[in-house]
C-alpha cells in the first residue's frame, strides 16, 4: 500500500478557499482521500497547522480543521517523540544552509522511518530533501 505523508502548507491551503493554490491542493486531497493510499501526520503537523490557522483566522475556525483532520478516520497522526526530534536535530545539524523548521526535520526522519517517499506539500523542502510531492508543483 502507497502511503503519504502529510504536510501543514498543503493541508492548510486544501481548506482555505482564498489560498493561492487552493484549487490545486483540494484536488489533490480529495483524491488522496478517494485513493487507497496510507495517509500520515505526526502530532507537530497538526500543531502547526492549528497555529497557522490561529494566525489566519479565528479560534473557532482554528480548532475546527484541526477536529475535522484528527476525525477524519483516514489519517494517521504519530508522536514526534523524544527519539525522532534528536534524530531531527542531528538531520537539522546536518544541514545548517537549508533552514529547515524543526517539524519538517521530524517529517523528514519519520518518512525515512517508514520508507514514505511521497508528501502532499507545498514546500519544496521535502523535494529538495528527495521526496516526491504531491500535488506536483
Known sequence: MITVFLDTSAIFAAARPRSDRHAEAKSAYQQLMRDSVRLVTTDLIVVELHALALRRSHPAAALDLVDRLMQSGRIEVLAAGLDRLIAALELLRQRPDRGYSLADAVSFVVM???????????DDDF???????????
Do not use: C, H, N, Y
Open 112 to 122: 525515512r522511518e517508514l520508507t514514505i517517499d511521497r508528501a502532499f506539500t507545498l
Open 127 to 137: 523535494s529538495a530533501e528527495g521526496f516526491q510531492v504531491v500535488p506536483a508543483g
